[in-house]
């Protein structure tokens, strides 16, 4: 087993003129902090990592593992022609409350709807990084650049603070394809803060998840239930 320990200055210093211009849509701060550019990671990880590296699981420190991480690596298998990261869906209302311009706007839009048919956003808890697909997949890259992003943010309405998990959720509902979405139960997460806020109505739709939780993510700091 080799483990390298990277430098968070060092890859901060890396990422911040990628990730620069994405910041000021989907950071909590209203200004660009450098030391925030740390959030982004995901989304450029294929321009920082060496070349030799070509498959990256990135997650969260709030989660519980319930089966050998090695199936979820296999999930790599599984991707569908053109994607380049695995990722759950958002099992909370956020994204339905974060659109709700561009909601009201499409009434017909699956834009923040629920599941199955619905396009409820993801969650970036667990994440599957094909690095050597984002590094070949010139719509990928495109969509990095300040002027797809704006763009985009511009026409979704959107002001998130989530980080990574913005820019994914937003970039998944103009090009779903780049996305291979992981069962609920690689990333089942607990939270419930939207339910009480607002959303108690919709909230089950969003939160149920069938099968046996192979990950369980503690967000919002939710106890994990023990064995």
């Not at 911040?16 to 989304?43: C, N, R």
Request: aromatic share 12%.
């Amino acid at each position: 087993c080799q483990v390298i320990v990277h430098d968070v200055n060092e890859l901060t210093e890396k990422l911040f003129p990628i990730v620069e211009a994405m910041q000021k849509h989907f950071s909590a701060g209203s200004g660009t902090y450098y030391s925030d550019s740390i959030f982004f990671l995901s989304v450029a990880m294929h321009r920082i990592m060496p070349k030799e590296i070509t498959r990256i699981i990135q997650v969260d420190l709030d989660l519980k593992y319930k089966t050998n991480i090695q199936d979820l690596f296999d999930e790599f298998d599984n991707f569908p022609e053109g994607a380049v990261i695995g990722i759950a869906r958002e099992m909370q209302p956020v994204y339905r409350h974060t659109f709700w311009q561009y909601r009201r706007e499409n009434p017909q839009t699956k834009v923040g709807e629920p599941p199955p048919d619905g396009l409820p956003g993801f969650n970036s808890g667990v994440l599957l990084l094909n690095l050597e697909a984002m590094r070949q997949s010139k719509l990928y890259n495109q969509l990095l650049e300040p002027t797809m992003v704006q763009k985009l943010t511009e026409k979704y309405h959107f002001k998130g603070h989530l980080g990574d998990q913005d820019f994914f959720t937003m970039v998944g509902m103009e090009h779903p394809e780049l996305f291979h979405v992981l069962d609920c139960t690689w990333n089942r997460q607990l939270c419930t803060w939207w339910r009480d806020h607002g959303y108690s109505d919709v909230f089950d739709q969003y939160f149920q998840c069938e099968g046996e939780v192979r990950i369980y993510h503690g967000n919002c700091n939710t106890p994990i239930p023990e064995d």
